[in-house]
């Protein structure tokens, strides 16, 4: 069985958080996690980048934020000088009581999204370079305001999440903060691989079908048909990853009602074929 290699960061219970800079880095570490946040600055690459489910291309500058314990790693071309910078704080810093003042509510949000992993804009990435190399080279108090102003310049701009539902659905039901949309939510992801129709949901918590599409939209950001398609295709990825199950099999036991549009999504979603991510995944995954 393939197993993700667990990370042991250098963070002490004295670090609000550390910063890690390396002029020439080199992409050889494998898939991995740990209990910290990161926020990670690679500049003059290129290559493909993995958190969670999610495998994608990066070229030139990436910047990515990552919650505890979701699965990350860069691999990037061996020819480009590689410039890396990484801030990693403790997974407790959540729940400081600092972030429950109102002023915080932003980067307590940006914290609770980056558990599913968060890629920022480009115009995001070229302004909040140059404050992370400007924190590299300060020390003392100073680079605690700078860190929180990173923070909260990340936490007011444009991203998009990378990995898909399932690595925290409950963020949504957190965000949502009405039971009914967490009672539906844990019965999609017990019931994902059986056919979940609409009407089934609506019935769930009592509501018509246009009642509860409007409600379920307006209280998650996505529509009923995306979150049950997330769940389902992250479920895939899951199996592709750790299991010798055809692709036809993880198809039908996700849900997915036959191959070609199972195929088609996975494509849309994922930017490559399951065939393509599973030889990726096995790649980059240590084995044991």
């Known amino acids: 069985m393939r197993k993700l290699q667990k990370e042991i960061t250098p963070l002490s219970p004295e670090d609000l958080f550390i910063v890690l800079n390396h002029p020439d880095a080199k992409f050889d570490y494998p898939v991995h996690y740990h209990s910290d946040f990161e926020l990670n600055l690679v500049i003059g690459s290129y290559g493909e980048r993995v958190v969670g489910d999610s495998v994608e291309n990066f070229s030139g500058l990436d910047l990515v934020m990552t919650g505890p314990n979701v699965p990350h790693a860069w691999f990037g071309s061996e020819e480009e000088k590689r410039h890396v910078v990484t801030l990693q704080f403790s997974d407790k810093f959540i729940h400081f009581p600092l972030l429950e003042k ?89 019931n994902y691989h059986q056919q979940i129709k609409l009407k089934d949901a609506a019935a769930l918590v009592n ?81 044991h």
């Open 102 to 190: 109102r002023l915080f509510k932003s980067i307590k949000e940006l914290l609770y999204e980056s558990q599913k992993g968060i890629v920022f804009a480009r115009e995001t990435q070229d302004k909040i370079k140059e404050k992370i190399l400007a924190l590299t080279k300060i020390q003392g108090f100073q680079t605690v305001l700078s860190f929180f102003s990173i923070l909260y310049e990340l936490s007011i701009s444009d991203r998009r999440i990378l990995a898909s539902n399932q690595f925290d659905s409950q963020s949504i039901v957190r965000a949502s903060k009405s039971r009914r949309i967490a009672k539906v939510c844990d019965y999609i992801d017990a």
């Open 207 to 287: 509501m018509s079908e246009s009642a509860f599409s409007h409600f379920f939209k307006k209280r998650t950001k996505c529509t009923y048909i995306d979150y049950l398609t997330s769940i389902r295709i992250a479920k895939s990825c899951q199996l592709l990853s750790e299991t010798t199950q055809t692709v036809a099999e993880i198809c039908y036991s996700c849900g997915f009602e036959n191959m070609s549009n199972f195929m088609r999504i996975f494509k849309k979603k994922k930017n490559v074929t399951p065939t393509k991510y599973r030889e990726f995944m096995e790649q980059m995954l240590i084995k």
